[in-house]
């Protein structure tokens, strides 16, 4: 009997994945532990895994289809061994039409559109009425973005065949060797040379959101609404660390060691909760309600991604050194931006730290990242005048906002908290003990 191979769950917040592309045909021989497709869940593209011995007898869910969880994805057996998709499995892993697709935009902006690369006008066979309005952002797949900036191929040209009109892998092939679709610029031809041009829509485009984007906003806005959050903000002195840091990496320049810092306000932040072990926990609403202390310090951080954000977690970050801090920090952000994050490098964190202060930001307040009780928000460093002693000199400052959630963090702990953060940071040297 045939094994079948389903959707996964392969974070904690997914519900569906997309199909990205498939690394085995059908009819391929495959064993145990070889990868057989690339999955993009809500959070990372990820490899899914083979857990049979056998050939793919059949494959039921197609490149760029989006799946719920459970879903059939194909079948191993062996050869010769007929098999079906199980009931209901694959009408669930079937791409939606791209005419379905394009339904409720034509609701949204039942205005004649202009045709366009990222708009294209309805032909009599191509469903390229699934790409988004003019003006509209081009909804590609990670995959498939650095896949057409490899092969120098400008994706509004392109019609996609996922899900809703997405650009998949087979759609950059495709465009690439010359056999995919005609531009869709090129559309108006299917219905005439004589067709005018109609204006655009004035009220914009709309595009679906990815599974990433979904989920980030569900949980802000669940962040946002049911926990009671404040804020605390202190102004520290950042020149001895920055002082530290240049030494630091002189001397580490040789092992190709580079501390940035975010990686002293990672060490620190961990270092704090030592001090004040309160703020590394979280609320639980039970029955019965109440409080999590958390025996481990797990932290993790803001890394933006093209379709929101994700925080990788720097785990016993307050048992690691600060270069050993640095260099896991260093991979883990790397794997976020490639999306190729696997589920326990990016959940269990027990307190996040956002710093927005390499982009130019001065100070800002961030939402906390629940179950967490508290995230630190990390501004850049100015230059600006400040009183030492009798004397007005030139210092560093640096802006750092606590968000608390109330049912757990009360104000004087959070003071408390930062306070100890001062301490370490306008004291470096006391994070290389």
């Not at 191929?153 to 899900?163: E, L, R």
């Amino acid at each position: 009997m045939a094994d079948i191979i389903e959707m996964p769950k392969l974070s904690d917040t997914m519900t569906v994945g997309t199909l990205v592309k498939w690394l085995k045909k059908e009819g391929d021989k495959v064993a145990s532990g070889d990868m057989l497709a690339e999955v993009e869940t809500d959070k990372a593209t990820m490899e899914l895994e083979c857990f049979f011995d056998g050939v793919i007898l059949k494959i039921f869910t197609p490149a760029g289809s989006q799946v719920p969880l459970g879903a059939a994805l194909c079948a191993i057996g062996k050869p010769g061994e007929k098999v079906d998709a199980p009931g209901g499995g694959a009408p669930a892993a079937k791409a939606p039409e791209p005419a379905k697709a394009a339904a409720p935009a034509q609701t949204a902006a039942p205005q004649p559109t202009t045709p366009s690369p990222a708009n294209p006008a309805p032909a009599a066979q191509a469903p390229a009425a699934a790409q988004p309005a003019s003006g509209g952002r081009i909804k590609i797949s990670p995959l498939a973005r650095k896949l057409a900036a490899a092969k120098n191929v400008d994706p509004s040209g392109i019609a996609g065949s996922g899900p809703g009109g997405r650009i998949v892998r087979a759609d950059v092939e495709a465009a690439a060797s010359g056999s995919g679709r005609a531009p869709a610029a090129s559309a108006p031809a299917a219905r005439g040379a004589s067709a005018p041009a109609a204006p655009a829509p004035a009220g914009g485009a709309f595009t679906p959101a990815s599974n990433m984007r979904a989920t980030v906003a569900r949980r802000l806005l669940e962040a946002k609404t049911q926990i009671p959050h404040f804020y605390l903000e202190i102004e520290v002195d950042a020149e001895p660390l920055l002082n530290l840091r240049a030494q630091l990496n002189s001397a580490l320049e040789a092992e190709g060691v580079k501390l940035s810092v975010n990686d002293f306000i990672l060490k620190a932040a961990a270092e704090a909760l030592k001090h004040v072990p309160a703020v590394n926990a979280s609320w639980e609403n039970g029955p019965p309600a109440g409080i999590r202390q958390h025996g481990a310090i797990h932290v993790s951080f803001a890394v933006a991604i093209d379709d929101g954000l994700i925080t990788p977690v720097v785990r016993d970050t307050g048992a690691k050194s600060l270069v050993a801090v640095s260099k896991e920090a260093r991979a883990l952000g790397k794997k976020a931006k490639e999306k190729k994050l696997v589920p326990n490098e990016f959940t269990g964190g027990t307190f996040c730290v956002s710093n927005l202060g390499m982009m130019g930001v001065d100070r800002f307040s961030a939402i906390i990242n629940p179950p967490n009780a508290a995230i630190l928000a990390v501004g850049a460093t100015v230059r600006k005048p400040v009183v030492k002693g009798d004397q007005v000199v030139i210092g560093q400052r640096m802006a750092l906002t606590l968000s608390c959630d109330h049912r757990v963090v009360d104000g004087a702990v959070g003071a408390t908290y930062l306070s100890a953060l001062r301490e370490l940071i306008e004291k470096p040297s006391l994070l290389l003990l």
